[in-house]
């Protein structure tokens, strides 16, 4: 490695680390040793305490949605002490004065009491709502940061296809949380659901009348309700959750690319001290700050809601917003979906943007890994992240997906849009209706587009070094902003990455001379790959910065050298080493343009 | 990756033999130069200011003890304010305004003890504990080969050992029983949910001279007291003593408007009314939620769930939205004491779209 890659001095940092002495040897003894008598738990427990993480703020984004589990979880236990799940009505008479003789559920009465009439109850209700939208939240964030910098592909396939069934979950856990208390947001939303399944081809009556155990709104949804959501669901979850965390620990953490980080090695700290301490105190920090929100900013103010009715409604009616995509969906869908022929009602208006879009948009997410692998035909395990520029086919899909995603959620809000902004709720709905359809693509296009340009702009970076903002004259009166070569510590992020190639039909001709075409998969596949890598922008290699070095006919070029702080940059004439100009302090320096000194 | 060779020197690369043109593409390395670059290795280790100063690192240990004592003080305050503040006490805080004071006393001070034990085991985990980074290696996740081999021959030679390849009796019989013992729970499940909906989706509680009555009061309204213009949420007379008052409402709610009757367009919206008085099914024929916004100067009825919208003037056909059915009129008329009642029940099903609905 050359001088100019390493600081000076950096030898010598190294050489006073301070090493923590070393605590004596010796065996295990008292309660530990008992347990270990027993299970032969140490050698696991010391592997596990000494396993490596690394270090950057995006996988904090997991451990966001893991820490919020358990938040909602504990909170979670704590309401079902109070919170009655029944549709018994009953009359209220608690201490919230504007509800009093109001006719309600006793699953909405103990909502109400919880809130007014358990101390402490509203700060965990509100904690148990605010951690939930927590949880969903940094699932869809640290979905998008797994996606973006390639993290499911081999070996952790498996695990983005639990992870994607966890978001699913998590958000059909979500609905069914917000159901129980019974206020007249959630009966509407209820009775959205209702008329959702009443939509199935064939069997919709039948699988509302099951499910509902009756004519809508009936005695039976919220008990079974509370039954999904306090058990069915968290079991699935928390036995996912648990595979999840298993196969990060068996696979070993994903890292970025970096000086000393290969696909090979895992270069973090170790759980224990430090992770133990980070990862500990994150769980604190995140239960704090959602306990703080709790504290200030009211969530489901039921109260103010009243109880479910099926005939009055509020204006303004919305899911909770991680529902909003599916909403939107059904604001948007047209109406003339709707078909009636020899005595039926096929309702694709209700149909497909009820029950299709949401479990359609999951399948081809947990899918993604397995297409990529099929057209990349890679084999090979990948334990360091693409940098999201390097993947541009990729980026684009993924901002194609959330465009696609953000104009449903947007739709969800048509009616406050139209409201706040005084602009026509038709033209609105209109407007996306067509977006949904052109911006995706659009953006698709246009990410790639700068994925690209960021890849030139790193070769760049490389090929001609980091403008020092100096300005050099030489002594014929040419002026040169003097160049910088990128340490190789920097550089390395830079040309580290592989760029995949187009895969090729094989040989057209076989050994016999007979034309063959390839199978219609194999053509699929070959145009598939063209689509995702024709345009590759190549890591620089350093045969190509010695070209830039060198080749005096270039449009731009710099001379690199050992002794050279600065560079020069923009002439055609090549300098020698020994140039002049390649002292700290160059003869000339431009300060007044006007003058030309 | 990049197994291949060491960096090159500069003077390697900078060797003027094996200078190669920018403008002949991409270039891999050719005369003596690595294809790649390779890994510079870690980066040097650059101290933190605890590591080096003593007094720096007594800082550090001062504010992550100072956390963790606000944690501890915090805790205190909750347990205090948990028994001394009254449940029912509202008072200004500032930037949120009137709020429940022990919600707010108890959350807050909740989230700051939460909140200091973290900030103090992060600070120290910063600050104190080793930041120098430690390689660990990877293996592949496949199986050595042998270990592979060993496990396929274990499942084989059990499946041999078990003699089910031998005994096809066996094998038949046991594919059945599995096949067919998750039955019984699946039709126990399904079959005893709910009762089948038969004709329950498509009639409603109205009947020939039910009166409309106001919702909630329940009581009747007079072809005079509905003026143009006026709106009315409406019920069937008697149906909240029925046993199942929400579901009976739930499909039985209607919307009683006067329009000016030349500003009705269809015929049969006029005959269905009473002098420009007309009842529609509250119900939206998209997903059911009732279509409770009335424009009285257009005569549009807009869902607030999904915004599809209806024109009374046109027998409640959609204008906009993803509803597909014109909503339900009710058939009314005038009795005897000139209160407004059902001519008819809804002659169709009222509701979000089903199957069988025809």
Redesign the interface.
């Known amino acids: 490695m050359s001088d100019s890659a390493t600081p000076k001095g950096a030898a010598g940092l190294r050489a006073d680390d301070v090493t923590p002495e070393a605590p004596k040897k010796r065996p295990m003894a008292g309660l530990a040793g008992w347990v270990d008598d027993r299970t032969g738990t140490a050698k696991p427990v010391s592997y596990l305490l000494k396993k490596v993480f690394p270090d950057h703020w995006s996988f904090m984004l997991g451990e966001i949605a893991m820490f919020s589990l358990v938040i909602v979880l504990v909170t979670g236990v704590f309401l079902t002490f109070w919170f009655v799940p029944s549709s018994h009505q009953v009359l209220y008479n608690g201490s919230y004065v504007p509800l009093k003789g109001i006719e309600m559920s006793e699953a909405f009465k103990s909502t109400v009491d919880i809130s007014f009439d358990v101390r402490g109850g509203l700060i965990m209700r509100q904690i148990h709502h605010w951690s939930a939208l927590m949880f969903i939240a940094a699932i869809i964030v640290h979905m998008f940061r797994v996606f973006f910098t390639g993290a499911f592909r081999k070996p952790r396939e498996i695990n983005w296809v639990i992870g994607t069934i966890l978001s699913l979950l998590a958000i059909n856990e979500g609905f069914a949380g917000y159901s129980l208390p019974d206020d007249l947001l959630s009966g509407t939303g209820l009775r959205a659901a209702e008329g959702f399944m009443q939509s199935i081809p064939v069997l919709g009556s039948y699988v509302a009348f099951f499910v509902f155990g009756g004519a809508f709104p009936g005695e039976a949804i919220i008990p079974r309700l509370y039954t999904v959501h306090v058990l069915l669901l968290p079991a699935i979850i928390i036995g996912l959750f648990t595979a999840h965390i298993v196969l990060v620990a068996v696979h070993k953490h994903t890292q970025y690319p970096g000086p000393g980080r290969t696909n090979d090695n895992v270069v973090g700290f170790p759980f224990m001290p430090v992770y133990m301490a980070k990862a500990g105190g994150f769980l604190f920090i995140v239960f704090g700050i959602t306990t703080l929100i709790s504290a200030l900013v009211t969530i489901n103010p039921i109260w103010m809601y009243g109880p479910y009715n099926p005939s009055p409604v509020t204006a303004g009616s919305q899911p909770d917003w991680y529902m909003g995509f599916a909403d939107g969906a059904l604001r948007l869908f047209p109406g003339f979906t709707e078909f009636h022929a020899l005595g039926f009602t096929l309702s694709l208006n209700v149909f497909i943007p009820a029950l299709v879009v949401m479990p359609l948009l999951y399948t081809i997410a947990g899918a993604y890994p397995f297409i990529e692998a099929w057209v990349t035909g890679d084999k090979r395990e990948h334990h360091l992240l693409d940098r999201p520029r390097n993947a541009p086919t990729r980026t684009g899909l993924g901002i194609m997906a959330l465009s696609f995603y953000l104009i449903l959620f947007i739709a969800a809000g048509n009616d406050l849009i139209a409201i706040k902004l005084g602009l026509s709720i038709n033209d609105i709905t209109r407007s996306l209706q067509v977006m949904l359809i052109v911006v995706p693509p659009l953006a698709y296009w246009v990410t790639k587009r700068i994925c690209l340009s960021l890849q030139r702009r790193d070769r760049d970076l490389v090929l001609h070094g980091r403008e020092t903002g100096r300005l050099v004259r030489t002594a014929e009166g040419k002026f040169f902003e003097a160049h910088e070569p990128l340490p190789a510590l920097e550089r390395w992020a830079l040309v580290q990455h592989e760029t995949p190639q187009p895969l090729r039909l094989k040989a057209t001709v076989d050994a016999n001379g007979v034309r063959r075409r390839g199978t219609r998969r194999e053509r699929l596949r070959a145009r598939i790959s063209g689509f995702y890598f024709a345009e590759g922008v190549h890591a620089v290699t350093p045969a190509e910065l010695a070209a830039a070095s060198h080749d005096g006919t270039a449009h731009e070029a710099i001379t690199p050298s050992r002794e050279w702080v600065g560079q020069l940059h923009g002439g055609a004439d090549e300098r020698p080493e020994t140039d002049a100009y390649a002292s700290h302090e160059p003869e000339v320096e431009a300060t007044d343009p006007t003058t030309g000194r | 990756?990049?197994e291949d060779g060491d960096?090159?020197?500069?003077?390697e690369?900078?060797?003027?033999g094996?200078?190669?043109?920018?403008?002949?593409g991409?270039?891999?390395?050719?005369g003596g130069?690595?294809?790649?670059?390779t890994?510079?290795?870690?980066?040097?280790?650059?101290?933190r200011l605890a590591?080096r100063d003593e007094r720096a690192a007594r800082r550090a240990e001062i504010q992550v003890a100072t956390l963790f004592g606000i944690s501890m003080v915090a805790t205190v305050v909750f347990l205090v304010a948990?028994f001394a503040i009254d449940?029912?006490r509202y008072a200004f805080?500032p930037?949120?305004g009137q709020a429940?004071l022990?919600?707010?006393v108890?959350?807050?001070s909740?989230?700051?003890?939460?909140?200091?034990?973290?900030?103090?085991?992060?600070h120290?985990?910063?600050t104190l504990?080793?930041?120098?980074?430690?390689?660990?290696?990877?293996h592949?996740?496949r199986s050595s080969d042998e270990s592979r081999i060993e496990a396929a021959d274990t499942i084989l030679a059990g499946g041999t050992a078990s003699q089910l390849a031998r005994r096809p009796l066996i094998k038949y019989t046991l594919g059945g029983a599995l096949g067919l013992f998750a039955l019984p729970l699946v039709v126990q499940l399904?079959g005893s949910?709910?009762?089948?909906?038969k004709a329950?989706?498509s009639t409603t509680f109205w009947r020939k001279g039910l009166r409309l009555m106001r919702?909630p009061e329940f009581t009747p309204i007079k072809a005079s007291d509905v003026t143009i213009g006026s709106v009315f949420?409406v019920?069937p007379e008697g149906i909240q003593k029925t046993p199942?008052p929400?579901?009976q409402?739930?499909?039985a709610?209607v919307l009683l408007m006067r329009l000016d009757p030349s500003d009705i367009l269809s015929a049969k919206e006029r005959d269905w009314g009473h002098d420009g008085i007309v009842a529609y099914s509250?119900i939206c024929t998209?997903?059911?939620?009732?279509v409770?916004?009335y424009e009285q100067q257009t005569h549009h009825l807009l869902c607030?769930?999904?915004?599809?919208?209806f024109d009374v003037t046109r027998d409640a056909k959609?204008i906009?939205?993803?509803?597909?059915?014109p909503l339900p009129q009710l058939k009314i008329s005038v009795d005897a004491d000139n209160y407004l009642v059902a001519d008819a029940p809804f002659l169709e099903p009222v509701?979000?779209?089903?199957?069988?609905?025809?």
């Not at chain 2, 991409?26 to 050719?30: F, K, L, N």
């Not at chain 2, 998209?286 to 009732?290: D, I, L, M, S, W």
Request: aromatic share 6%.
């Open positions: 990756m990049n960096e090159p020197t500069e003077a690369v900078s060797q003027p094996t200078a190669v043109r920018l403008d002949q991409h270039i891999e390395g050719s130069i690595p294809e790649r670059f890994n510079p290795g870690p980066a040097p280790h650059v101290h590591d948990y449940l029912h805080v930037g949120i429940n022990s919600n707010v108890l959350g807050v909740l989230g700051l003890s939460l909140l200091c034990i973290g900030l103090g085991a992060v120290w985990a910063k504990m080793p930041d120098t980074e430690v390689a660990e290696d990877r592949p996740q399904a949910l709910g009762p089948l909906p329950d989706l919702y949420h019920m199942d929400l579901e409402e739930g499909k709610a509250m998209h997903v059911g939620c009732p409770g916004l607030p769930c999904h915004q599809s919208t959609v906009f939205g993803p509803a597909n059915r509701g979000p779209s089903f199957w069988e609905r025809g």
